[in-house]
């Protein structure tokens, strides 16, 4: 019989009355998720071979695609959003692996003969079960309907389907219990109707973890009876619904099944045996019977879904082992799919052998395709830790199998050997399971702190069967405290199925690897394909064509702002010029580049400023976001993203952000920066709407879950412990019934016949032995007490209890405890040996005991037996518990990181920026690839591995920014191998710039000192410069050199478990010569001591700690430190060893890296040597290091106070020798108390310094002297001395003390006269001030006893007492018997104890004080009242009900565009923030938001048109213009044109015509400086500064001391007495001071070596010439200077240079200079003169006038810095108003900058340049107030405005420094502002309007056209303009007035007035004075506010009269 033929038949039956078969379906499975049950996916076996009848291995995914079609009913697609869905994989990763294999595939034909044989089956089961149908579908018709469920109602779910799929899928799992209610009802016709559409809406939901939970719990047979019931009723029933709803019903329900069958396979097999049988047959008979239009797709695409439920029940009955996956070939071959592959290793992975062949990854040219791409990177990041544990493995099995005794070291890999599982509990979001790896951790030594094992993240592997199977794990928690007992904890993944978890021993491996970043790049690169790959043209095909960033492409003519500038972003040459932007030219090239090419590359070498240009860019494209940010789906919304490869340098530039936008989220939990807690995601994260609501109800459903695993584990804790019996409640239900009835007394378990039963034993053996330890007894949790019926702690607390009453008992008592004492302890005894004991496992014996019935019958030998059997299978039982609590746990939790992941979306598409490491981009994938940041900055680009930042991008990626240098460390990876021949270690960044692609190099450095600089330059970088900041910089105190390289040839140890190695001499050496460079002075914060080694690092870090000066001295590793920088470095190469094996220091990058830290001095410690013959890189260093004298076995350190003493050190003892900082000389310097200073030589001063001589002063009359040390206060006199005492008693007393004052101490006895009590007291105290010690015996009012000592003197009838006891009253107004909590004395009060009270207006609990009353209480709960809208109501349950906040997605009606808002707010079209799609009616693109009208808007777009300036150039106009040209004003501020001037500095300035305003203010020039300043130095500094102090070395000298100030500080005056002395002549006055005395002219009597006279003077220094023996030198000299060869001539030698003159010709040259300011100066080398005494005066002369300029220059820095301060405030006074609100940011940077100078100190540069500009901004400032209301209240006070806040935002532009230039520029425009207002204020004199007069006319036009010239303002003729403006106000002022007659004719009839009335105010305008004319009280002028009036008929002198007064009066 053919189906149509059965269905015709099987609807007669119906029709007919006849009965028809129900469908019957199995009994109900456990709900598993098939991720849980990976066997059915494993055993499809060779069922599957040729789906596709290819030939070819096929996999499950692709079984199901054969026979599932996609699913083309979705409620997306019948909204008309596209075609039809792929169709999703089944299982995880791990199964879809698996190559399965299926029956051959021929076609239709095939399918449609299968299906017809599976209805030929059904049609005979059919017939045959008749009436079990008929019965039912007579109890269909006649069913009552379904009882309403709350939520669920018909009108509500009608609601729910017009929710969008995730939010009605949450709302589903919030109410699942409801909707679980619904179900298992029988439901109306039209309520199947609406849950089969509901449920096909949730299906294209992207939450799939919550779908298939929701679907595991919901879907269970006999809802799927009812949707398939009625699909038949439909028919059968003949029910009125339209062909399109019976359609639509049929598509709901399919897509259903799919989901079943797609979601959950393995309970699809169970529940779906006939149900897509019975949908095809009711489909048949629609066509047939009813005439419906079936879709041909739709049946055949059930037929297709019939026979795969088929094939799935086929597959469950027959397993078959899979096959394993063949691996990658080199040569990669299409079609092999990688997600297949398990991302955590197999046990197959673990044991495979040989070399596993892979692609290595291209480096030169493209790749095949994104899948060659994708694959190969998988699989090398597979591979990269597959590898060392694979190895190690295989080298471990292999020695565990071999007899030989030799054990080869396993690299990579530990292994643990009898390692268990101890416990399992949830701590957060985790299940952590402890393991006891080393039980005998005591007695370890092994430094925990220090070592590397067990690091967090780890893979650990566990085995019980040499890796045939494994269990996998994560250490997540590294307690040393938990490391040192042998303990770790770590969380367990993939599928746990061993229920023998915690009995058996396993093997644990351990892999150094930190997994964690693993895992998530290769899940994150499992989700990439075709279709959402970001970026392929530059990463797979690596083009080097420069594309603009797609939102850049569409609108090319976008204008960015910056500051006050605004410039087409893609025209370079019409950018602000780069000082405006701060950068150098280097930065300014690649700044343009990142912010114009789709992939921009920076490549910085050290020092160059990379995150400080990184965060320029990002700075400028948020302040231009709306350039890149909207489109259809973004509503304005989406942040950029910035990725780091570390936290810290994700913390540093995100730290960095925060100086322009708060508006900030940091992903992830690892950062250690305070300043970011804030801006975390997990603080920031908003919880809102319905998915709140499900996270609440799945959080609850995890905490009850973690409570159940808890208890469950600590109940098997307590089984497996052995430390007492077992309590008969857990241990019942494994008994035999006869067992169990045996201890039971009165119904109820007893335990104490347990303990008796069990331990009846003890007396068999009569132990009874006392002599029991019993302290090694463990505690028992205070939970877990009840477990146990007895214990040992038990026991041991009695036997104590009974130990301590036998101490007090006597006689028989005491005879009766000992007894039970022994009882007691053999007791313990006995049940200690029990329970451990080994059982072993006998099923036959139990169950032999089971049929006895006489427990007491058994030997206590068999009743333990039986006991151990129950306890065996209640360990079994908790532990089987376990597993299933710990499998909900994992689905729940999965469930709650989608609503998280949703929830998350939402907080971060408000920010502007998100940061994330790689490893944590790589986790949120999911999370990103919704996100869609169309901008991603990667920081540290070349150090991160290429797939770390590949998954850091998503699909929507239109603009990549990689910023890194790859000649620093590069991608390190845990297989050698594989970075050097599979090319892992190039990065993303380095295989762009490898082919071709564009890239941009900094090349200006700011941090090392030159030196410094030429280890890396040129050797590693061909081009690099050094800023002129790093050409200043100081020598480093206290040694030779600046930098050095300490070679020696000590050798290396292994450390770390021979996994690191560490250098002893090197740790030691550099620890020593770390604390010598801080006591010259340096902060430990200035210095960080680098290693290559990580064993090193903790040798170092030992040795520190024992040094208390460097505690604070960072140490580090050289590959943590990049990107980081310090002052002083100290680097340690640890390399030393015969082999000459330098390891990874032979890496260039490496090498790179640590050479480049340092700023100022650098010191290596290696073997130069050895390093040299292995890399020629080194052979480079090692030449330069030659050149500069700065490598050797020693190192030189100079003293500070006697530079002569040199210091050569080698080993770290050296130093011992100088432990001070200083040399081995004495200080020798004289304290302030006249002692000289003993101590070793030392570089700090005395200050602080405590004399240590005796004091040795007399103190008294009887001569004593002080004995104290001489820094301490000598005091009184201290000497005892015996003296009477005027009672009578002797005391010995201190010298100083007068015997009357002494108190004697000698107790003495007295009978108190009041109270008549004896008591004792001091001899020196009288009766009456002594208190009674006796105790008061009076009874208080209250009733309690007196507290108090007797007091008879002080309220003896305690009326003023008050008793402190407490109250033993009820409260007041108490509704309980709550007690008072006051003290007795205090008066009760309302009772405040809280309660919890059903508020009566609502059902809400409410706590509350017991004396309220609930009436008066406001509900401040959640309302939970639904709106009208469906939503739930945000109020509180006190307020009024409205305000929907739910957010909804609504259309605009005007533009059709869908935003995001609040539910209750209506949509509008000035709303949406969507780009503007319409076209100008120019024909340009709109650029502007839809919201915004595009009329409103100006075209930015740039025309070809050009108009004149004001300033005379031509300026293209924007498209907008063409019509209407601006003013010549506006234009010239858009000219580009070259300014071309000469500066103040020479130098030409490069700035264009609008730049410069004209000519007006100049941008800074960037020129080197190269002036020589006043004390002789060169200006190193930029142009654009003011030339600042210098800061070499100051050069100052005497014979006494020298200068260690910088130069251009002024030098402090030698106060030392003057040593110019001869035989003649002798001065008396201060070094600092004019000698009081002439040059002595006698000739010198001394002789020189040679024998001859001396040719000088006496009392001056000899001159090493003679005249005998050197004639031709001293001829040279008498020439040199020009004088005549004199034979008495005197010669004179400079000492500071060493230079000899004749003594008359050097007078004469050195009296030529007298009135240049400059230092005295050698002739011939121009040295300064400071030592030679006889040219001393003239010497100080000079010097003090360079000291003046420095005074003057360096300036009073307190007195400058008041002043600043001062001139700020009076600013912030007069700019406080509304009219200077433009310049507002600008003023408030002043301010801060000016409040930040009075703590940080600011240098006099800084604070002269604050000063400068402050006057200038004050100026303007004053220049306005004090002429504002004198011009005219039109557009002119506007226009004067607006020039003023321009200016006063130019003059503060860059505060910190100010040039000539500027401070000219500035000048002269507050001088034109000044002019300008005065002839404003002139152009508003009522005179200036009505004058008749023309002879002040030409003189007015000379000062308007020179003011408003737009050329800079000529300062030298601001008085000569400043003189006509008030010459013109004089003439204006004689001139007659032209009122106009008739209206004053008309004035003055109205009012009658006559001549005398009329007078002007101060500034020109007329009033009038009624009565008779004079004045008689003042008031101000209506136009300007001036006083005008008088009083007692006398005008005030500022007015005037007015004589031009009308006719005829």
């Given at each position: 019989m053919n189906l149509e033929s059965l269905s015709e038949k099987l609807y007669a039956d119906i029709e007919g009355g006849k009965s028809v078969p129900k469908v019957m379906l199995e009994r109900e499975v456990p709900v598993n998720d098939e991720r849980e049950n990976p066997k059915i ?39 008309g959003r596209g075609g039809s869905r792929p169709g999703r994989g089944m299982g995880t990763s791990e199964h879809r692996a698996n190559h399965v294999s299926g029956r051959k595939w021929n076609g239709p034909a095939q399918q449609n003969s299968s299906s017809q044989e599976l209805m030929m089956k059904s049609s005979e089961q059919v017939t045959s079960n008749a009436s079990v149908f008929e019965s039912m579908l007579s109890k269909k018709r006649t069913q009552q309907e379904s009882e309403d469920v709350p939520g669920f109602r018909f009108t509500q779910m009608k609601e729910l389907l017009k929710k969008d799929s995730s939010e009605l899928l949450m709302h589903l ?57 009625h699909a038949l009723n439909i028919v059968a029933q003949n029910m009125k619904y339209s062909h399109e709803e019976i359609i639509k019903y049929f598509e709901n329900i399919y897509v259903l099944y799919h989901d079943v069958v797609d979601i959950l396979p393995y309970k699809a097999s169970e529940v779906l045996k006939y149900h897509p049988t019975n949908a095809v047959m009711a489909l048949q008979n629609l066509k047939t019977i009813r005439k419906v239009q079936v879709p041909l797709k739709l049946e055949d695409d059930y037929k297709t879904l019939m026979a795969y439920v088929e094939s799935l029940l086929e597959l469950h009955k027959s397993a078959l082992p899979k096959k394993p996956r063949e691996k990658i070939k080199r040569e990669w071959q299409p079609g092999i799919d990688f997600r297949q592959l398990s991302i955590h290793p197999l046990p197959e992975d673990l044991l495979r052998k040989g070399n596993v062949d892979i692609c290595p990854a291209i480096i030169e040219g493209p790749y095949k395709s994104v899948e060659h791409y994708l694959d190969v990177q998988f699989n090398l990041m597979r591979e990269d830790f597959l590898i060392p544990l694979r190895e190690g493995i295989a080298n471990f099995v292999e020695q565990r199998s071999s007899k030989s005794n030799k054990r080869k070291q396993i690299e990579n890999v530990r292994f643990y050997t009898n390692v268990r ?52 794990g994560i250490i997540v928690d590294r307690s040393v405290e938990l490391l040192e007992k042998g303990i770790l904890r770590c969380e367990l993944i993939g599928n746990i199925r061993d229920d023998n978890l915690f009995k058996r021993e396993y093997i644990m491996a351990e892999n150094e690897i930190y997994f964690e970043a693993y895992q998530h790049v290769m899940r994150a690169l499992q989700s990439f394909n075709e279709n959402n790959f970001p970026l392929r043209e530059y990463l797979i095909d690596v083009s080097s064509d420069l594309h603009l960033p797609s939102y850049l492409a569409n609108n090319p003519g976008a204008n960015y702002t910056f500051d006050r500038f605004t410039f087409p972003v893609i025209e370079e040459y019409m950018w602000p010029p780069r000082e405006e932007l701060k950068v150098n030219e280097s930065q300014f090239k690649a700044l343009h580049s990142a912010l114009t090419k789709k992939c921009a590359v920076i490549q910085g070498p050290p020092g160059t400023g990379k995150t400080y240009l990184g965060l320029i860019i990002a700075k400028l494209l948020l302040k231009n976001s709306n350039r890149w940010r909207g489109g259809l789906h973004d509503n304005g919304k989406g942040p950029m993203l910035v990725v780091c490869f570390t936290n810290h340098a994700l913390d540093q530039f995100l730290e960095g952000m925060l100086s322009f936008t708060e508006n900030i989220i940091r992903v992830g939990s690892q950062s250690k920066n305070e300043k970011l807690n804030e801006y975390n995601l997990r603080v920031v994260r908003k919880k809102k709407g319905m998915r709140a609501l499900a996270l609440y109800g799945i959080e609850g459903e995890l905490e009850q879950c973690a409570r159940a695993m808890n208890h469950s584990n600590g109940l098997l804790k307590e089984c497996l412990r052995n430390v007492g019996i077992l309590s008969l409640e857990y241990l019942c239900r494994w008994m035999a019934p006869n067992h169990a009835s045996w201890f039971v007394v009165d119904g109820i378990l007893n335990d104490n016949m347990l303990v008796e039963w069990l331990l009846s034993g003890a007396y068999f053996l009569n132990m009874m032995n006392t002599d029991v330890s019993m302290d090694d007894t463990e505690p028992i949790p205070g939970n877990m007490v009840d477990v146990y019926a007895e214990n040992l702690e038990n026991l041991r607390n009695y036997v104590i209890q009974l130990n301590d009453e036998a101490l007090r008992a006597e006689g028989y008592e005491l005879e009766t405890i000992q007894n039970m004492v022994m009882m007691y302890v053999s007791r313990f005894q006995y049940l200690k040996n029990k329970l451990t004991e080994k059982y072993e496992q006998n099923e036959e014996l139990p169950a032999e005991l089971a049929i006895v019935k006489n427990l007491n019958d058994l030997h206590p030998e068999l009743r333990w037996v039986l006991y151990q059997h129950w306890c065996s299978k209640a360990v079994e039982h908790y532990q089987e518990t376990l597993m299933q609590e710990r499998r909900n746990y994992k689905v729940i939790h999965r469930q709650k990181s989608e609503i998280l992941e949703d929830m998350y979306l939402g907080t971060i598409l408000d920010c502007d920026v998100v940061g994330m490491t790689t490893t944590g981009a790589a986790k949120h994938q999911a999370l990103l690839q919704k996100l869609g940041s169309k901008i991603v900055i990667v920081e540290e680009a070349a150090e991160a591995m290429e797939s770390h930042i590949v998954v850091s991008l998503s699909a929507k990626c239109e603009h990549l920014i990689l910023i890194g240098d790859h000649k620093q460390l590069r991608p390190s990876t845990a297989v050698y191998k594989l970075a050097k021949d599979f090319n892992m270690e190039i990065s993303l960044f380095e295989r762009l710039l490898m082919n071709g692609v564009r890239f941009d ?58 996994l690191s190695k560490k250098n002893q001499h090197e740790a030691e050496f550099l620890i020593a010569l770390c604390r010598h460079i801080i006591l010259q002075g340096y902060d430990p914060c200035q210095i960080t001591i680098l290693t290559t080694y990580l064993g090193q690092l903790f040798l170092l870090t030992e040795e520190r700690e024992r040094h208390s ?36 220091l032979a890496s260039e990058n490496r090498i790179c890296v640590a050479l480049s830290r340092a700023k100022k001095g650098l010191y290596i410690m290696g073997n130069i040597d050895m390093l040299s013959k292995k890399s020629h890189l080194w052979a480079e260093i090692r030449n330069v290091l030659q050149k500069k004298e700065a490598v050797g076995t020693h190192l030189t350190l100079q003293c500070l106070k006697h530079p002569e003493q040199l210091t050569e050190v080698s080993q770290a003892q050296d130093f011992d020798n100088i432990s001070e900082g200083g040399c081995r000389l004495m200080c020798g310097e004289q304290l302030n108390c006249g002692h000289m200073c003993k101590k070793l030589c030392h570089v700090q001063g005395h200050s602080d310094f405590r004399c240590h001589e005796t004091c040795g002063k007399v103190m008294c009359i009887r001569d004593h002297r002080c004995q104290k040390l001489c820094w301490q206060n000598c005091g009184d006199c201290m000497v005892p001395v015996e003296s009477n005492l005027p009672c009578g008693h002797k005391a010995t007393l201190p010298c100083h003390m007068d015997p009357k004052e002494y108190k004697c101490p000698v107790e003495v006895s007295v009978k108190l006269p009041n109270c008549e009590h004896e008591n004792k007291k001091l001899c020196c105290l009288g009766v009456d001030k002594v208190n009674c010690s006796f105790p008061c015996d009076s009874r208080l009012p209250c009733g309690h006893v007196c507290p108090k000592k007797c007091h008879v003197y002080v309220d003896p009838e305690h009326l003023d007492f008050k ?69 739930d109501c945000p109020k509180r349950c006190l307020d009024e009900c409205g305000g929907c906040q739910k957010i909804v997605q609504k259309e605009i009606p005007d533009c059709k565009h869908v935003m995001t808002m609040k539910c209750c707010e209506v949509p509008a079209r000035h709303m949406c923030k969507e780009k503007c799609t319409r076209m100008r009616s120019c024909g340009h693109p709109c650029t502007a938001v839809c919201g915004i009208p595009c009329s409103e808007k100006k075209c930015e777009s740039m025309s070809s048109r050009t108009s004149a300036a004001a300033c005379g150039h031509l300026v293209r106009l924007f498209c907008d213009e063409v019509s209407v040209v601006p003013s010549p004003k506006i234009l010239m501020k858009r000219c580009k044109e070259a300014c071309g001037k000469i500066l103040e500095c020479s130098h030409r300035c490069k700035g264009t015509c609008g730049q410069c305003m004209q000519g007006r203010i100049h941008i800074p020039c960037q020129e080197k400086c190269g002036r020589n300043l006043i004390c002789g130095h060169e200006c190193t500094v930029s142009c654009s500064q003011t030339c600042p102090p210098c800061k070499k070395k100051c050069f100052v000298i005497c014979e006494h001391s ?48 040679c024998g001859h006279d001396c040719i000088g003077f006496c009392g001056e220094k000899c001159p090493e010439l003679c005249r005998v023996c050197n004639p031709e030198e001293v001829d040279e000299i008498l020439t040199f200077l020009g004088t005549d060869d004199d034979e008495n001539a005197r010669f004179v030698i400079l000492p500071d240079c060493g230079h000899t003159f004749e003594s008359t010709g050097l007078e004469k040259w050195l009296s030529m200079g007298q009135k240049m300011v400059k230092m005295l100066e050698c002739p011939m080398c121009k040295t300064p ?30 007195q400058i810095n008041n002043g600043v301060i001062k001139s700020a405030l009076k600013l912030k006074s007069l700019t406080s108003s509304e009219d200077f609100k433009k310049s507002k940011s600008s003023l408030d940077e002043l301010h801060h900058l000016v409040w930040r100078s009075k703590k940080a100190h600011f240098g006099a540069f800084v604070l002269n340049s604050l000063e400068a500009r402050t006057e200038f901004a004050l100026s303007i400032a004053e220049h306005w107030h004090e002429l504002k209301n004198k011009v005219s209240q039109d557009g002119t006070l506007q226009d004067c405005l607006n020039t003023a806040n321009l200016l006063i935002r130019n003059i503060l532009s860059r505060l910190e420094m100010i040039s000539l230039q500027e401070h000219s520029d500035f000048d002269g425009e507050c001088k034109r502002f000044h002019l300008m207002m005065l002839l404003r204020a002139v152009q508003n004199l009522y005179e200036f309007k009505n004058s008749h007069s023309t002879n002040w006319i030409e003189k007015y036009e000379i000062c308007r056209v020179t003011i408003e010239d737009v050329k800079a303002f000529p300062k030298d003729k601001y008085s000569e303009i400043f003189n006509k403006i008030h010459e013109v106000r004089k003439l204006l002022s004689a001139a007659d007035i032209g009122i106009p007659r008739i209206e004053m004719k008309q004035v003055v009839q109205a009012l009658g007035l006559h001549q005398g009335h009329w007078y002007t105010c101060p500034n020109g305008h007329v009033f009038v004075i009624g009565e008779c004319g004079r004045a008689m009280q003042t008031g101000r002028c209506n136009e300007c506010g001036a006083a005008i009036g008088g009083s007692h008929h006398t005008l005030l002198h500022t007015n005037r009269s007015l004589r031009n007064y009308p006719e005829g009066i």
């Open positions: 996916w494993r055993n499809f076996g060779e069922r599957g071979k040729n789906v596709r009848g290819n030939g070819r291995m096929g996999n499950l995914g692709q079984a199901r695609n054969a026979f599932l079609p996609s699913r083309p009913y979705s409620s997306q697609n019948r909204r799992t919030a109410k699942k219990s409801d909707l679980s209610c619904l179900l298992q009802k029988n439901l109306r016709p039209d309520m199947i109707m609406l849950v089969a559409e509901m449920f096909a809406k949730v299906s294209s939901s992207d939450m799939k973890e919550n779908q298939s939970a929701l679907l595991a719990q919901l879907v269970q047979p006999s809802v799927l009876d009812q949707f398939s019931s599982f101890l416990n399992q509990f949830i701590e957060g979001d985790i299940i952590v399971t402890e393991v006891l790896f080393n039980c005998r951790a005591k007695k370890s030594r092994h430094n925990w702190k220090r070592s590397k094992r067990f690091l967090y993240g780890s893979l650990v592997c566990f085995t019980s069967d040499m890796f045939s199977s494994v269990l996998l190099t900094l090349r200006i450095q700011h941090r090392m000192r030159p030196d410094i600089a030429d280890l890396v330059y040129p050797a590693v970088y061909p081009v690099l410069e050094n800023h002129p900041s790093v050409l200043a910089y100081e020598d480093i105190l206290g040694l030779k050199k600046n930098l050095y390289f300490i070679t020696h040839t000590y050798r290396e140890d292994t450390a770390m478990d021979d000066l460097i505690k604070n001295v960072r140490i580090a590793v050289v590959d943590n430190f990049q990107g980081e920088e310090n002052d002083i470095i100290l680097l340690s190469l640890v390399r030393n060893n015969e082999e000459g094996n330098v390891g990874f008793c402190l006891r407490p109250c033993s009253r009820k409260n007041v107004e108490c509704k309980e018997e709550h007690i008072c909590q006051r003290k007795c004395h205090e008066e009760c009060s309302v009772c405040m104890y809280k309660v919890k009270r059903k508020l009566p207006n609502c059902d809400h609990y409410h706590d509350m004080y017991c004396h309220q009353d609930p009436l008066i209480i406001n509900c401040h709960k959640p309302c939970k009242k639904k709106l009208k809208c469906g939503h020298k200068c260690k100030n910088m130069c251009g500080k002024p030098c402090a005056p030698c106060r030392e007495q003057c040593g110019w002395q001869c035989e003649h002549k002798k001065c008396k006055k201060k070094c600092s001071e004019l000698c009081d005395r002439l040059p002595c002219n006698e000739p010198c009597k001394k002789k020189l070596k003169i400071q030592q030679a005494y006889r040219y001393g005066n003239e010497a100080k002369i000079h010097f003090s006038n360079v000291l003046k300029v420095k005074y003057k220059i360096f300036g009073n820095l307190k």
